[in-house]
C-alpha cells in the first residue's frame, strides 16, 4: 500500500505559513488536487504485478493470433512500457491504448510512442485496470497472473463486445477454454473470442 504525506493543511499553522510562502515565490506553483501533472507523478497504489516486459518477437506472435488489424483497438492491460499498443499501432495499423498503473511507465511509454512518431495513434492511462473502462476495445492483451486474469474475467465477458478477441501471454483464464493455444518457441500465448450473450 502507497501512503502519501498528510496534506500541509493538516498540519496547523506552520504548514499553511510554508505553502503560502512557496506559492508567493517567484517561478513556483503548487500543484492543485485537480492538477494533472500532479495526479500524473503520483503512484495509485502497488502494481498487483511487477513490471516484466513481453519480449518483442512474442508481442508480434500476440498481434498476429488476434488478427489484429487497421479496424482494431487493442488495450494492453498493464502495459509496461507500451511496446504492445506501439507495436499495434506501427505494425498492424491499429489503434492502441495502454493502462498503466505506474507513472513512470507511462512516462516512458508516451516517450516512446513520441519517438516513433505514433503519439496520435496510441494513448497511454495512468489507472489501475480493475477500475479502468475498456468497453471499446476490440483486441485486449494481458501479461498479468493467473489470479489477476480471474479476477479480471467476469468484468471482460460482461463489458466487452461478443467477437471481442482476447489475448494472454503465459497464463489462461481457468475452465473458461481459449478458442486457439501457441505455443511457439517457447512461448504459450492463449486467444479467447467473448461469445454472444443470451437474446444477442
Ligand atoms: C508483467 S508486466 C507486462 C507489461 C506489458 N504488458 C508487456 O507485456 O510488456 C505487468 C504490468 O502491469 C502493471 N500493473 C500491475 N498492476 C496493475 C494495475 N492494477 N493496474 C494497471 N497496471 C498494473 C505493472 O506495473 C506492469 O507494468
Known sequence: MVRFSPSPFARGGAGLALLLALALAPGCTVAGPSDPAAQAARPLRAPDVRYEPTPQRVVRQMLRLAEVGPGDVVYDLGSGDGRIPITAAREF?????????????????????????????????????????????????LFLYPNLNLRLRPRLLRELAPGTRVVSYWHDMGDWKPERIDSARRATIYLWRIPPRAGE
Do not use: Y
Open 93 to 141: 495499423g491499429a489503434r492502441g491504448v495502454g493502462i498503466e498503473i505506474d507513472p513512470e511507465l507511462i512516462r516512458k511509454s508516451e516517450a516512446n510512442a513520441h519517438a516513433a512518431g505514433l503519439a496520435d495513434r496510441v494513448a497511454f492511462r495512468h489507472e489501475d485496470l480493475f477500475e479502468a473502462r475498456f468497453s471499446d476495445a476490440t483486441v485486449v492483451t
